[in-house]
């Protein structure tokens, strides 16, 4: 016999020794029964204030599943009063499919083990359906037989009510990430993908797992780009519509809008999202647009310089004859006619000026040399500002889009430092390093602040879209001394071929 069992007997009386511990009217017996042991306190009836006084619900049984206790909290929770429970089945309070439960765990308490915990339902006596768990101990007589069990009972409808939600949650969000028709990408702070949904791994030509567990990096050509956006992310800086490329399992290179947001907790970043939209048709249909205007630009350049540059060149050799037939005769019309002749001759350089506006690039590897040194010669002239060109060594460039690209990026950064910067001199620089080539543009004007307005405005979005088209970048930033400097860099191959079959 246990301590605890050798104390309960001592604190019985002989008269009560047959009466259940609790029972109809036993809290009143209770309360009384702790007033009177205030002064002499038992273990009876600190147990019996311990019941009474309890959130959960707490009664026993016998073996038959018959009540013999149940306290106020079971009332509360149950909806049966004591009377109405006590001396009846445990069976009116559960649902039919889990008849048979009671006894089930009953066969786990008679094999030594204790019930804790177990979720279940219950039925309360107006039929509405509870979530519980519940813990299950015995209760043995002096003689240490298995005479039934006790139970504790706690409601936990709404907390299941509220984990069914989110899980309920977190499926659709499961759904809506795997399913989603852009690339989704979970990214470590360390750069590694943690997650990645069926669209992004078709764009990269991967099964799931090829990409989880994988740098990000691995997927770029230059992983040192990748490099850049995380530092950006880790500086608490969120990207929108970032051009980059991807790398495919076959090799092929896909051109990708991201915008790309991280979570922090405790100051700490946890992850990236990446949402990933492939442009390769948008960047594939908008270089052969740029592409048919460039011919037309050099159609129509040819056919002014061909067409009406050679009949405005004929009038005014026209003009020139009757001039100077005027002059022979001293006729008075002589000056009218040589008017007549040096606007025709004005006419004509503004065409080929024109011409050559439209097409100021000439066949040719050297011909982005060429056209940089001609758009230096005229800001100079145009403008009166000091423009300059400077390259150092020949750079040879055999793609003409990247030339022409190139040319139209040095055009609106020289426009631009012109109108919005007063430079007193403006130099263009052309190099190759590699496979890459770059054209800078500085001037030594007033600058501007990185964080104004007015930067977004200074032709910049057609710079970027021009540097997109070729898988180039610009960079606008501040000289040190004074003014702006724009550097535009993108990849040529055939810079180093063109330069090594001179």
């Known amino acids: 016999m246990t301590s605890l069992q050798s104390r309960r007997r001592k604190d019985r009386k002989p008269a009560e020794s047959s009466r259940p511990l609790l029972g109809p009217g036993w809290r009143g017996r209770a ?29 026993s049984r016998t073996l038959d599943g018959t009540v013999t206790t149940w306290n106020a909290a079971a009332e509360r929770i149950f909806g049966y009063k004591a009377e109405e429970i006590i001396n009846h089945s445990s069976r009116l309070l559960v649902p039919s499919r889990h008849r048979d439960e009671f006894q089930k765990l ?51 409808t709404e907390q299941r009510r509220v984990r069914e939600a989110l899980a309920r949650s977190e499926r659709e969000l499961a759904d809506l990430f795997a399913e989603a028709s852009v690339g989704l990408v979970l990214v470590s702070r360390e750069g590694t993908v943690l997650r990645a949904n069926r669209a992004f791994c078709e764009l990269v030509k991967c099964r799931p797992e090829q990409v989880v567990g994988q740098a990000l990096k691995a997927f770029h050509p230059e992983g040192a780009v990748v490099g850049e ?37 405790a100051g ?15 960047k594939q249909l908008e270089t052969e647009l740029l592409e ?4 037309e630009r050099r159609g129509f350049a040819q056919e002014l310089h061909d067409g009406l540059g050679q009949q405005l060149g004929g009038i005014a050799y026209l003009a020139n004859v009757l001039r100077q037939r ?38 040719g590897p050297e011909g982005l040399m060429t056209a940089l040194g001609e758009l230096a010669a005229q800001t100079s ?23 022409a690209h190139l040319y139209r990026i040095s055009q609106e950064a020289v426009n631009n430092a012109i109108k919005h910067a007063r430079p007193r001199a403006v130099t263009i620089r052309l190099r190759s390093d590699r496979d890459r080539v770059t054209v800078a543009v500085a001037d030594d004007g007033q600058g501007i602040d990185p964080l104004s307005p007015k930067r977004e405005g200074l032709g910049l979005s057609i710079m ?35 330069k090594s079959g001179q």
């Open 31 to 59: 309360a009384e029964a702790l007033r009177n042991e205030l002064k002499r306190p038992s273990l009876h009836s600190l147990l019996a204030a311990i019941v009474e006084f309890s959130n959960d619900a707490i009664f």
């Open 106 to 156: 009953l066969s786990r308490i008679r094999r030594g083990r204790t019930v804790q915990s177990f979720e279940t339902e219950r039925v309360r006596k107006n039929g509405e359906r509870l979530h519980l768990s519940l813990t299950l101990s015995p209760i043995r007589n002096a003689s240490d037989q298995l005479v039934g069990c006790s139970t504790i009972a706690r409601d936990i």
């Open 229 to 265: 956006l995380l530092s950006r992310l880790a500086s608490r800086q969120t990207l929108h519509n970032v051009q980059i490329e991807l790398r495919t399992s076959k090799g092929r290179t896909k051109f990708v809008l991201v915008d790309v947001n991280a979570l922090w907790e």
């Open 268 to 282: 700490r970043l946890v992850y990236s999202r990446w949402f990933v939209r492939d442009i390769s048709r948008r």
């Open 292 to 295: 048919i205007s460039e011919r």
């Open 326 to 363: 005027l002059e022979e005769r001293r006729a008075p019309e002589a000056a009218e006619a040589a008017h007549i002749y040096a606007l025709m001759r004005s006419a004509i350089e503004q065409t080929r000026r024109v011409a050559r506006s439209l097409s100021p690039i000439p066949e």
């Open 381 to 403: 002239e145009l403008f009166g500002v000091r423009c300059r060109f400077a390259c150092p060594k020949p750079v040879l460039v055999g793609d003409s889009a990247v030339a």
């Open 464 to 498: 970027n879209y021009r540097a997109g088209l070729v898988r180039g970048t610009v960079v606008v930033r501040p000289r040190p001394a004074r003014g702006t400097e724009v550097v535009c860099t993108a990849p040529c191959a055939e810079v180093e071929l063109t």
